[in-house]
Nanobody, 116 residues
Framework: QVQVVESGGGLVQPGGSLRLSCAAS????????MAWYRQPPEKERELVAA???????NYADSAKDRFTIYRDNAKNTADLHMNSLKPEDTAVYYC??????????WGKGTLVTVSS
């Protein structure tokens, strides 16, 4: 079975940093793109960062210069490093496995709360 599991969420103060991790199993990991989405309270889910199977990255404007996405094909993981966090970054963050058409598999999500 395919498993996509996020970890690393929690409470952080504005200006702080947090690292999220996504572990995927049951797939040929290196054949898929990986992405992080987020859904703030009472808002729509949005793409935060993505990395292709070839290592190309793209980011939402709100994430560029603050967030970095990494993949480790040896560990079957995709991490999101978040710096200079703002209250508006508060959301449930979802890991997604992507093919050439879109999202193939979703994780359950991990909550990030940015508050003093």
């Amino acid at each position: 079975q395919v498993q996509v599991v996020e970890s690393g969420g929690g409470l952080v103060q504005p200006g702080g940093s947090l690292r999220l991790s996504c572990a995927a199993s049951g797939i040929i990991f290196s054949s898929y793109g990986m992405a992080w989405y987020r859904q703030p309270p009472e808002k729509e889910r949005e793409l935060v960062a993505a990395i292709t199977s070839g290592g190309s990255r793209n980011y939402a404007d709100s994430a560029k210069d603050r967030f970095t996405i990494y993949r480790d094909n040896a560990k079957n993981t995709a991490d999101l490093h978040m710096n200079s966090l703002k209250p508006e970054d508060t959301a449930v963050y979802y890991c997604a496995v992507q093919n050439e058409y879109g999202v193939a598999y979703w994780g359950k999500g991990t909550l990030v709360t940015v508050s003093s």
